[in-house]
């Protein structure tokens, strides 16, 4: 279970913040669609 | 559309992605010192590049001068690409 | 003002032509998750919020919604290349014809018109972002289901680029909105 540090409070959303360290370089970036490896969520097709 | 060509608009679209990139960051980051160093320099390539393709190929920008006839109609637009 | 670079953001590519395609993915252009969406309701929420950081994103977003309007529009329009009316009328896209020819509209994938209805602008900036990241999670779900429906490689490769700037927006949204609740939490310690 996610548990809240004392700074936050009830009742609000919250999405941790980026912090930057290296990207892709420039085509693999624009290929994957982000430069950031860590906001890289590919979709895996879902066969039925 | 040449290979060439092709080739060279890729990059600029990698380049001018990496840099939009690093622009939304800084948005909600502008004091990262890193991103903002790593912007500038990306931004200076984006800059040299478009300026080559355009002398090569035409204007894709409003900043460009054109020679004679008008450049800036020329086919193909860009949903006109096959960029196989 | 805008300006615009005769170039896309992405090299968009079919496979090949594919009415029945076009017809789902033209929901991205004109439906209430599509990128119309998307921009006119950033660019429109700019003038409410209180931090720049806020009217920094939402122009930026806004204005890469846009280039994302052209990729949709360009894929449809390599999908409907050389389509003949006998094609058109097999995938029930003979109504489009009648009032649209071969023109791109602004409608959903059963043809109902863009309307304003599926945007909002609350004033309120914390509501207004929630919206925001909201309507990135409701588009990464629409190109889901797209590349469900679809079995191009070409096609699915630019559909996985757009659905990833979603990921990549709602977390800049979710920035955005930690910005604004500390701004404002801060105004109302005087």
């Known amino acids: 279970?996610?548990?809240?540090?004392?700074?936050?409070?009830?009742?609000?959303?919250?999405?941790?913040?980026?912090?930057?360290?290296?990207?892709?370089?420039?085509?693999?970036?624009?290929?994957?669609?982000?430069i950031f490896p860590e906001l890289y969520f590919p979709y895996r097709k879902y066969h039925r | 559309m040449d290979r060439d060509?092709?080739?060279?608009?890729?990059?600029?679209?990698?380049?001018e992605f990496t840099a939009l990139e690093f622009h939304l960051y800084l948005d909600t980051h502008p004091t990262d010192q890193k991103a903002l160093m790593e912007y500038n320099s990306v931004v200076q390539k984006l800059k040299v590049l478009k300026q080559q393709y355009q002398?090569?190929?035409?204007?894709?920008?409003?900043?460009?001068?054109?020679?004679?006839?008008?450049?800036?109609?020329n086919e193909p637009w860009p949903w006109e690409i096959c960029y196989e | 003002m805008w300006s615009y670079e005769k170039k896309l953001q992405y090299p968009a590519k079919v496979g090949k032509a594919n009415v029945k395609m076009a017809k789902y993915l033209i929901t991205q252009y004109g439906g209430p998750d599509g990128e119309l969406a998307a921009s006119l309701r950033y660019l429109n929420q700019r003038y409410t919020m209180p931090t720049p950081q806020a009217k920094g994103i939402l122009t930026d977003i806004g204005t890469?919604?846009?280039?994302?309007?052209?990729?949709?529009a360009t894929l449809v329009y390599k999908l409907m290349d050389r389509a003949s009316?006998?094609?058109?009328?097999?995938?029930?896209?003979?109504?489009?014809?009648?009032?649209?020819?071969?023109?791109?509209?602004?409608?959903?994938?059963?043809?109902?018109?863009?309307?304003?209805?599926?945007?909002?602008?609350?004033?309120?900036?914390?509501?207004?972002l929630h919206e925001d990241m909201a309507a990135e999670e409701k588009a990464r779900a629409t190109y889901e289901w797209l590349i469900n429906l679809s079995d191009d490689p070409d096609l699915n490769d630019t559909l996985r680029f757009l659905r990833e700037r979603e990921v990549v927006h709602f977390q800049r949204f979710g920035e955005t909105l930690q910005i604004v609740q500390e701004y404002l939490d801060s105004k109302k310690c005087y």
């Not at chain 2, 190929?57 to 800036?72: A, D, F, K, R, V």
């Not at chain 3, 009328?89 to 023109?103: I, N, P, W």
Request: proline residues 7%; negative net charge; charged residues 20%.
């Open chain 2, 55 to 73: 002398e090569r190929y035409g204007p894709i920008t409003y900043e460009q001068p054109s020679s004679y006839p008008w450049q800036w109609i």
């Open chain 3, 64 to 72: 890469e919604e846009m280039a994302h309007l052209e990729i949709i």
């Open chain 3, 85 to 128: 009316v006998e094609e058109l009328k097999q995938v029930d896209l003979g109504g489009h014809y009648a009032d649209h020819g071969k023109a791109l509209f602004y409608v959903n994938g059963n043809g109902v018109p863009w309307t304003a209805t599926y945007i909002q602008a609350k004033g309120d900036p914390v509501a207004d």
């Open chain 2, 5 to 15: 060509q092709l080739c060279m608009l890729q990059e600029l679209m990698a380049v």
């Open chain 1, 1 to 34: 279970m996610f548990i809240p540090n004392d700074q936050m409070r009830l009742a609000r959303a919250y999405v941790p913040f980026q912090v930057y360290s290296e990207h892709f370089n420039p085509m693999e970036g624009l290929l994957k669609g982000t």
